[in-house]
């Protein structure tokens, strides 16, 4: 409450209290006033929540949206089943134990310690992000939502991947209001996955990652570009994180918000 108070008594006055290295700018509000500004019924509301964990985004999309139907996707069995008791509890929330992607197909998975960077692409053990990443500093902001498990980086498996195509012309659906999307690199291939939905999709939240955190992932450009193509305009940064040093200053990774003008219009 008083930190709260704190914040709202800064912005009254133009200013707004920020965590270093971790610039938080509420992309709930954004999403909030976007929805409002287009006079779309908040009871309405269908969203696809793409790299699920377990359920932090459901947690977070039922504060602002608690009648919003909700379809959430997390390919790896032990957290989903964290996710899936949520479901239970929810009847406007469906979760698929499977990954979207580019392709139907049975694809390579890839574990790691913090289950929140598990990735279909491998972590860069030897670049400069892993290393910079858990420094002292950069431990103590570590994400502390996402189950842990004592395995070794880059524990392979095999999972099930699907279409956001395919998911939307299964269950019938022909608009998405949210679709959000935390892959770990692999934002990409999930928005290839959309080309028939894409049009029919009115906001995307997204990361996107400029470090070597992995050997492959999702370049700002090219997401940019298939989003431009499609109609959409970056409408928001609503997370900018840093890497925790003092040495200099420099970017990790996004969240961005990106809007469909057409059906804004």
Not at 12 to 19: C, E, W
Not at 92 to 107: E, Q
């Amino acid at each position: 409450m008083f930190k709260t108070l704190i914040k709202n008594v800064c912005l009254k006055f133009g200013y707004h209290i920020l965590r270093r290295f971790y610039y938080d700018f509420n992309a709930d509000d954004s999403i909030k006033k976007i929805i409002s500004y287009a006079n779309i019924n908040p009871k309405e509301c269908i969203v696809f929540d793409v790299g699920a964990n377990a359920g932090q985004s459901v947690n977070r999309f039922r504060n602002f949206l608690p009648e919003a139907k909700i379809l959430s996707f997390e390919p790896y069995t032990p957290v989903f089943e964290i996710l899936k008791e949520k479901e239970k509890k929810d009847k406007n929330l469906n979760c698929f134990n499977i990954g979207l992607g580019s392709k139907k197909r049975v694809f390579p998975f890839y574990r790691n310690p913090d289950s929140g960077s598990n990735s279909f692409y491998k972590i860069n053990i030897y670049g400069d992000c892993f290393v910079l990443s858990n420094s002292t500093v950069a431990k103590k902001n570590h994400n502390k939502k996402t189950p842990k498990e004592v395995l070794e980086f880059n524990t392979k498996i095999n999972v099930s991947v699907d279409t956001l195509d395919n998911i939307c012309k299964k269950k019938s659906i022909k608009k998405i209001d949210i679709l959000k999307i935390d892959t770990q690199g692999f934002e990409e291939e999930v928005l290839k996955g959309a080309t028939n939905m894409l049009k029919n999709v009115f906001i995307i939240e997204l990361e996107i990652i400029f470090s070597d955190i992995y050997k492959k992932s999702s370049k700002f450009g090219a997401i940019d570009s298939l989003l431009s193509y499609n109609g959409f305009n970056l409408w928001e940064i609503s997370y900018i994180g840093k890497f925790a040093t003092n040495k200099f200053s420099r970017i990790n990774f996004i969240d961005v918000q990106y809007v469909n003008l057409n059906m804004l219009k």
